[in-house]
């Protein structure tokens, strides 16, 4: 059984900076997608960014591009979340997702079909 569990989040001054990581576990880590996603109070969930299973590839939200940088370390089966120059519009519950192989609509929630808990990030002004 597939398992995402995410850490790291927590409450910071807009400027500054957070490492999340997704720890996985119950899969063959480095053939799987992963990506994180956010959902604020009232809001849908959003894409953030992803990385590919092979090659790492990267993919990111243009609301975070050039602030947060996603990357993977297959041999502990986590992937990070880097993200600096943090703003209060970046709070909100965040979510590492994994499938299998390469998604099409890799910026979709629904092309992910494990999910960990989320862990809360807030920023204040």
């Known amino acids: 059984q597939v398992q995402l569990v995410e850490a790291g989040g927590g409450l910071v001054q807009a400027g500054g900076s957070l490492r999340l990581s997704c720890a996985a576990s119950?899969?063959?880590?480095?053939?799987?997608?992963v990506g994180w996603f956010r959902q604020a109070p009232g809001k849908e969930r959003e894409f953030v960014a992803a990385?590919?299973?092979?090659?790492?590839?990267?993919f990111y939200a243009d609301s975070v591009k050039g602030r947060f940088t996603i990357n993977r370390d297959n041999a502990q089966n986590t992937v990070y979340l880097q993200m600096n120059s943090l703003k209060p519009e970046d709070t909100a519950v965040y979510y590492c997702?994994?499938?299998?192989?390469?998604?099409?609509?890799?910026?979709?929630?629904?092309?992910?079909?494990?999910w960990g808990q989320g862990t809360q990030v807030t920023v204040s002004s």
């Open positions: 997702a994994a499938r299998s192989g390469f998604p099409i609509t890799i910026f979709r929630a629904m092309s992910y079909d494990s």
């Open positions: 119950g899969l063959t880590f480095s053939t799987y997608t």
């Open positions: 990385i590919r299973s092979t090659g790492g590839t990267t």
